[in-house]
């Protein structure tokens, strides 16, 4: 679909320059695509309304519900949309569904004004919303058969089924399959089909992938996003941190080791998703994490699950001993240090110091002992997760 985005642009601005005005288009979720440029010296023309759709490409529920109210989702032909200035929007909109065989696919928006534009020009540009619709569909048609094939090549077994699906992916991406990408995993993700990739800035694919225990039907969002350079992955964590909003609260976002071409796609999928668990594990590394900086969680995450708690920790981790493993815990993150650990406990050195004896006392352990720190520290992250 290159060049696609060009279009949408090339249209809106056809539609602002047949009505005299910066025309927006949205599609059907109120998620922006293309806007005309605003070169006016009235600042109502900049409606808070009109502002946040461009600035973070989507509408409030509140918005998207008190425009649909007037009927644009059934609507054929133009919709006039007083102002109410109680709801952010100052000024009076046109809403040109752009509509597909009949299945409305989004909205141009215009800021109405009288006498407003002519009934002509109102036709004209009712047509080359059409025009839009049709490529909407198109690109509809195409993101979902990419959907498809992303999540095959992401779920596929190994052997032949996961070089006939990584090659039917690569078709279907095309020159971009050779591209430099980062891999985003977002969990858990909402009971929701996963967006288009022409929502998520810089991504080349986008599905959903399973998420937890196989028989839990938890799904996960998985994202291919193109980068410029190895080093540089703030495409990627624009995306990730994008679509953990989308989310929604109790979700995170991992982003894997940059890679070139298809060929570790299923390695990048579990860095992803081992950064996810850390970030949902252990707050500081998120909501966000690179799979390059969840330190010892790359090993912890890697180990079988469901193998339960080492036995040097479970008494340890019943609620009523929750300080005293907070104490081990920041000791050993201290590498051992007992002034760095009391202060950052807020505790007395004396006041560690017995916590600790506690500790070795529950577990059996030494902290002396080199060997039963690491032990005791890879069983507490492990706990977490």
Known sequence: MAGVKGDYQDLVDEISALLGAPATLENRDFGLI?????????????????????????????????????????????????????????RGRICLPVRHRGVALGYVWLLDAEPGPAEDKLAAAMEVAARIGGLLADEAQAGADLSREFRAALTAGGGWQRDTATAALQTALGPDAEGL????????????????????????????????????????????VRLRSAEALAPARTAAERLRGDAGSGAAAGVAVARRGLGDLALALREATAAVRAALAEPRLGPVAQ???IGP???????????????????????AHTELARTAEVFLDHAGQAGRAAAALGVHRQTLYYRLSRVEHLTGLDLDRGEDRLLLHMALKAARL
Not at 40 to 60: E, F, G, N, Q, W
Not at 301 to 309: C, F, I, M, V
């Open 34 to 90: 293309a806007f005309g440029a605003h070169d006016s010296d009235d600042d109502t023309a900049m409606d808070p309304v009109r502002t946040r759709s461009i600035l973070t490409r989507k509408s409030t529920p509140a918005v998207r519900a008190w425009f649909e109210g007037f009927g644009i989702t059934r609507a054929t032909g133009p919709v006039r949309i007083p102002a109410a200035p109680d709801a952010g929007v100052f």
């Open 181 to 224: 990408h980062a891999l985003v995993c977002v969990a858990p993700w909402p009971a929701k089909d996963a967006p288009s990739a022409r929502t998520v800035p810089g991504a080349a694919a986008v599905c959903t992938v399973p998420w937890g225990p196989a028989d839990s039907g938890a799904e996960g969002l998985a994202a291919l």
């Open 291 to 293: 799979w390059s900086d």
């Open 297 to 319: 969680y790359r090993l912890l995450t890697a180990l079988p699950s469901g193998r339960g708690q080492d036995p040097c920790v479970r008494a340890l981790l019943v609620p």
